[in-house]
């Protein structure tokens, strides 16, 4: 595990005008292993149009779940699935889709 990944946790602010904002506040910089899809995952994901999804393989950590994001390489991901390896809470593999910039 060689690559630093943020958590953002989703939380609800109201700017000076009255208004609800959805805005993502760092919650935990841990270590993780960073792969692209390889073989059937791959072809899974680019059949539902997730072409740009990423797996991180992280040490277990509660609380950790889909309505967060993470920040890797100064790109940001939106967390699809968790899954906690052989039900051991030892590690934990996540993937992750892209975050386009909307324009």
């Not at 700017?15 to 792969?35: C, D, M, Q, R």
């Not at 940001?76 to 892209?98: F, G, P, Q, S, W």
């Amino acid at each position: 595990m060689k690559h630093r990944i943020t958590f953002l946790k989703p939380t609800i602010t109201v700017n000076e005008n009255g208004f609800e904002i959805e805005e993502f506040i760092a919650l935990k910089t841990v270590w993780a292993s960073a792969a692209n899809l390889s073989g059937r995952e791959y072809y899974e994901a680019a059949a539902v149009q997730k072409e740009n999804t990423v797996k991180f393989k992280i040490r277990a950590i509660p609380g950790i779940d889909e309505s967060m994001k993470i920040k890797f390489n100064g790109m940001y991901y939106n967390i699809t699935a968790i899954d906690n390896i052989k039900y051991k809470n030892r590690y934990m593999e996540i993937k992750a889709v892209e975050v386009k910039a909307s324009g």
